[in-house]
Structures are given as structure tokens and as C-alpha cells.
């Protein structure tokens, strides 16, 4: 099983690009599927997640900017970003909590992909 991400690339303050990221393999199901970044020197953080039955969560600095959505029957995940930021630039990695058809749980990161806002 494996997560893939696409989207993102440099960008102007203020833009509208979007991340998509696909889980394949042998899976029987996912629970949480969601968005994290990493900025350089820092921490990585939540920036959005979505349970399978549609809860959601976002960081506060994101809250009425991003949206979160995923389609449960093709496992995937995509962020919505508006009115980018110069301090949304970082490395953005998809996950989810997944079991495998065997019966096994993986916690899945994707590969990361950059998001750089200029100003």
C-alpha cells in the first residue's frame, strides 16, 4: 500500500492551488486521511484531517482558507488552498490510517510535495 501526492509548486500570495493524494494497494479501508506540513526549522504540524464518516479538523491558521474533502471509494484526499500565505510555504505530506485486506493497520505518509508562496 502507498499514498501519492501531486499539486503544489511555487505559487503567488494570494493563489488557489490544489493537493490530491491517492492510496493504493490491497485496502479494505481507511479511517482518517489528512494534511500535515513541515516548514524548514520547524516542526511538522496538522494543517487538515477528515475522518471516513466527514469530521473534520484544521489548524487554526488555515481555518476558512483550506478545505479539506476525500472521495472514500477511490481513497483519496485533496486540500483546497486559498488566499495563499508566504508562511504556507513548506512541504505538505498526505496520510492515513489504513487497513490492508490481510487485516493489517498502517499509519501511511506519502512522499511530500512543496508548496512556495511568494509574495
Known amino acids: 500500500v502507498q499514498l501519492q501526492a501531486s499539486g503544489g509548486g511555487s505559487v503567488q500570495a494570494g493563489g488557489s492551488p490544489r493537493l490530491s493524494c491517492a492510496a493504493s494497494g490491497s485496502i479494505a479501508g481507511i479511517n482518517t486521511m489528512g494534511w500535515h506540513r513541515q516548514a524548514p526549522g520547524n516542526q511538522r504540524e496538522l494543517v487538515a484531517s477528515?475522518?471516513?464518516?466527514?469530521?473534520?479538523k484544521y489548524a487554526d491558521s488555515v481555518k476558512g482558507r483550506f478545505t479539506i474533502s476525500r472521495d472514500n471509494a477511490k481513497h483519496t484526499v485533496a486540500l483546497q488552498m486559498n488566499s495563499l500565505k508566504p508562511e504556507d510555504t513548506a512541504v505538505y505530506y498526505c496520510?492515513?490510517?489504513?487497513?490492508?485486506?490481510?487485516?493489517?493497520?498502517?499509519?501511511?505518509w506519502g512522499q511530500g510535495t512543496q508548496v512556495t508562496v511568494s509574495s
Open positions: 477528515m475522518s471516513s464518516s466527514g469530521s473534520t
Open positions: 496520510n492515513a490510517d489504513l487497513w490492508t485486506n490481510k487485516g493489517y493497520e498502517y499509519a501511511l
